[in-house]
């Protein structure tokens, strides 16, 4: 599933096409995805102008003028891409084959750009895992899809004392508190991987072990909130991941695997300077784990 960074690159990839834009017609070519379509969606954003494009956590949202908040999630392998009615202008070079099976083409939003031109913005998704909600503007925070997630890993928000009181007396695996989205929203299995082997954290530890007590600093939940916040950048400056069908909005791929220390790298030599350990793999609530048994403790 995409994660933080890749919904991101999504996101800057659609703002110049989308913001400001006038959303003419949309068409849904099927009556659901994940889950049916909200009532009269089409009719309740069709003739809105797309004031701004944001996110929250993994999730897009569109703010229309006058009009309601467009939610979307584009679940394991949704993906957005963009057209002109004369033909396609989707820039960015093809380092793989992109699959453009139009079986797959649910939603079709065709726009008006603030500079006159007319393009389609489609949504692509073969498993059908991703959807499209609404909600109003000044409650669209407390929808039933976001009113429960965490603070965001982007920013000086997540410091080394936030850390700390999320984690302090907590039990689980430190992998596992890491990717309870109600703690910290939008982190996923690759970025917590690459994170505790930045912050040299065995993903196996008891959560609470990085605390410091009320009043006091630990080094260690301040090299981790540390570490979240870069590898979350890097991938962002990279464009994502690019894991399986993951694309990003102008068609290219995401180069950000090429710099991984241990996703992925089962049995080879841990990266990490003067470190002589292997990459090993283990399973944390049915999700592999890749992590350095030597360096991260």
């Known amino acids: 599933m995409p994660e933080l960074p890749e919904v991101e690159t999504v996101r800057r990839g659609l703002?110049?096409?989308l913001e400001g834009s006038i959303i003419e017609h949309v068409e849904?070519?099927?009556?659901?995805?994940?889950?049916?379509?909200?009532?009269?969606f089409v009719d309740r954003i069709s003739g809105r102008r797309i004031a701004s494009l944001g996110r929250r956590a993994k999730y897009l949202t569109a703010h229309l003028d006058g009009g309601p908040v467009l939610i979307c999630h584009l679940g394991m392998s949704g993906s957005f891409r963009v057209e002109a009615s004369a033909g396609d202008r989707t820039p960015g070079e093809f380092h793989h084959p992109r699959s453009k099976d139009t079986a797959h083409d649910h939603v079709v939003f065709h726009v008006a750009t603030q500079d006159g031109e007319k393009a389609q913005v489609i949504f692509n998704d073969p498993r059908r895992f991703g959807f499209m909600l609404l909600s109003e503007e000044a409650t669209w925070r407390e929808h039933p899809m976001l009113a429960g997630l965490g603070?965001?890993?982007?920013g000086n928000t997540l410091d080394g004392d936030l850390l700390?009181?999320?984690?302090r007396g907590r039990t689980a695996p430190l992998k596992a508190a890491l990717l309870d989205?109600?703690?910290?929203?939008?982190?996923?299995?690759?970025?917590v991987c690459e994170a505790l082997w930045r912050a040299g954290l065995s993903p196996r530890r008891a959560a609470g072990t990085i605390s410091a007590k009320p009043g006091g600093r630990s080094a260690r939940s301040d090299r981790?909130?540390?570490?979240?916040?870069?590898?979350?950048?890097?991938?962002?400056?990279a464009g994502g991941s690019s894991l399986r069908d993951y694309v990003q909005a102008d068609g290219s791929l995401g180069y950000f695997q090429h710099s991984f220390s241990v996703y992925d790298r089962e049995g080879q030599a841990c990266k990490r300077?003067?470190?002589?350990?292997?990459?090993?793999?283990?399973?944390?609530?049915?999700?592999?784990?890749?992590?350095?048994p030597t360096c991260q403790r």
């Open 151 to 154: 603070v965001e890993p982007t």
């Open 28 to 40: 849904t070519r099927r009556p659901d995805l994940r889950y049916p379509f909200p009532e009269k």
């Open 273 to 292: 300077p003067g470190c002589s350990g292997i990459v090993q793999r283990l399973v944390q609530s049915g999700r592999s784990t890749f992590y350095c």
């Open 181 to 191: 989205q109600r703690l910290i929203a939008g982190l996923g299995n690759i970025y």
């Open 224 to 237: 981790l909130a540390q570490a979240v916040r870069d590898v979350i950048a890097d991938a962002i400056a």
């Open 15 to 17: 703002q110049p096409v």
């Open 164 to 167: 700390s009181d999320l984690f």
